[in-house]
């Protein structure tokens, strides 16, 4: 049974760091291009960064270009997004994703991603 595992959200002050990651069991990680999504109640996912499988290639939204850096470790088969200068409106769940169809290109899109974790919560005070 595939599963990902997210760790690292919690609260933080406006201006302050995280670092999230993602373990995956059951897949070969280092196999599969990762995406990191955040959602807020009702609203729908939005993508936030991914890299491709080799680690080659990266991409981020708009709005976090700059803070946030999304890393991959094919060794130890996790991939991380560390998060600074962090704003209140960056306040999510936030979830990774894996996709082995896509895992040479970026992929932006939620339903190109096979695999998800169950989420953590990053909450960002003022």
């Known amino acids: 049974q595939v599963q990902l595992v997210e760790s690292g959200g919690g609260l933080v002050q406006a201006g302050g760091s995280l670092r999230l990651s993602c373990a995956a069991s059951?897949?070969?990680?280092?196999?599969?291009?990762v995406g990191w999504f955040r959602q807020l109640p009702g609203k729908e996912r939005e993508f936030v960064a991914a890299?491709?499988?080799?680690?080659?290639?990266?991409d981020y939204t708009d709005s976090v270009k700059g803070r946030f850096t999304i890393s991959r470790d094919n060794a130890r088969a996790t991939v991380s997004l560390r998060m600074t200068s962090l704003k209140p409106e960056d306040t999510a769940v936030y979830y990774c994703?894996?996709?082995?169809?896509?895992?040479?290109?970026?992929?932006?899109?939620?339903?190109?991603?096979?695999?998800w974790g169950q989420g953590t919560q990053v909450t960002v005070s003022s």
């Open positions: 059951g897949l070969a990680l280092s196999d599969y291009a």
């Open positions: 890299v491709t499988w080799s680690g080659s290639t990266t």
């Open positions: 994703a894996a996709s082995y169809t896509f895992r040479s290109r970026i992929a932006p899109l939620a339903s190109q991603y096979t695999y």
